[in-house]
């Protein structure tokens, strides 16, 4: 049955296909680009296009053109900046390290966007996130793409389930080569347009001078100790390291050392050796259970601590108050606090949460 659908057009390839394939398939499609940040005040890499930015919009309307549907671009540049780039900047200075995919995901992509369907009276939306959804009635699901080294189910673990019911995730079944196949075929204006960076307010990749220029005096040098509190170096600000970094420490040791924990109410950057680094169990916060009610005794689940990670079978321990905690079979390497752990079940997201303290 034919759909109105809002389709969410970053300005790239994989939402330009998104938007080709429905129109394809005989759905009235509309295209919006959410201009999230002022990203135009930095040079980026030429060779990493950002998102949602002017240049964004302007591939996004082209590409609208091409298809002969209707196009909006509409701003949200102080939400983004109030839910995204504040909390970014808050995660690293409280010590953790932050994923703002995650939050944008939660905040406008798939919370903003749907009030826009509301408005413009859209049954659905469509993003070009490589996942899949499935279910239907009272329960619908969110699984991994075909496409292991594409699935991005990862930064999608906090959608709920009346976001999931309205939700079409069309490369879901398709690979990154397939996708460039239909763009190029159809002769989109995206169709060799490079992958865009992961944090697109930072166009130069370096989060160290946007948080020193964004909080001036908040990043500050201090000491870098060992295990037992011994002084052994300092640091430029314990913003500027995440659990597991081993370059740029300054230090000379017999053995590599790595940032092991971060203490930023005191300015001290620990380290330790590889094996300081390895931890089996860690507790999770503001859990959302994406395939059903949280369970009630322990889940066996294959559990990812990052984006890049294969995940590791490991016991998810639910808790009354929303909190989860996860002892892994085998001891993880670099469990960092502020990055997402996402629990599934084969290619089925169970669901996730925000890795403490």
Not at 11 to 27: F, I, R, W
Not at 98 to 125: T, Y
Not at 259 to 272: C, L, R, S
Not at 312 to 317: D, I, N
């Amino acid at each position: 049955m034919a759909r109105r659908v809002l389709v969410a057009m970053s300005g790239g390839v994989d939402s330009s296909v998104v938007a080709h394939l429905l129109a394809a398939e005989g759905h009235e499609v509309l295209g919006v680009t959410m201009r999230l940040g002022n990203h135009d005040t930095v040079e980026p890499d030429g060779d990493k296009p950002t998102c949602c930015g002017l240049d964004g919009i302007r591939d996004a309307r082209r590409v609208a053109a091409q298809l002969d549907i209707p196009y909006y671009a509409v701003n949200y540049e102080q939400l983004f900046a109030e839910k995204v780039v504040d909390y970014f900047t808050d995660e690293y200075l409280s010590g953790r390290t932050p994923n703002p995919c995650v939050m944008c995901n939660q905040e406008l992509k798939f919370g903003k966007l749907l009030e826009l369907a509301d408005d413009i009276g859209a049954d659905s939306v469509a993003t070009g996130h490589y996942a899949r959804t499935g279910g239907g009635g009272d329960r619908h699901t969110l699984r991994r793409a075909r496409d292991a080294s594409k699935d991005q189910t990862y930064v999608l673990f906090s959608m709920t389930q009346p976001q999931l019911a309205r939700t079409l995730f069309p490369l879901g079944d398709m690979t990154k080569d397939e996708v460039r196949d239909v763009a190029r075929d159809m002769g989109l204006a995206t169709a060799e347009k490079p992958e865009s960076q992961d944090i697109c307010f930072i166009p130069d990749d370096n989060y160290r001078r946007f948080l020193r220029e964004r909080v001036p005096g908040a990043v500050q040098p201090g000491v870098i100790a060992d295990a037992d509190g011994r002084e052994v170096g300092t640091h430029s600000g314990a913003a500027n390291y995440t659990v597991g970094q081993r370059r740029g420490l300054g230090i000379s040791a017999d053995a590599p050392v790595y940032v092991t924990e971060i203490h930023a109410g005191d300015n001290v950057v620990v380290v330790g050796s590889a094996e300081g680094l390895l931890r089996s169990e860690f507790d999770v916060a503001c859990v959302n259970w994406v395939a059903g009610p949280a369970p009630m005794s322990p889940a066996e689940a294959t559990v990812k601590i990052r984006y890049r990670d294969d995940g590791a079978p490991a016991k998810v321990f639910p808790a009354d108050d929303g909190t989860a905690r996860v002892e892994f079979v085998e001891p993880r390497r670099a469990i960092t606090p502020g990055q997402a752990a996402v629990f599934y079940d084969g290619d089925l997201v169970l669901g996730g949460g925000w890795i403490g303290p």
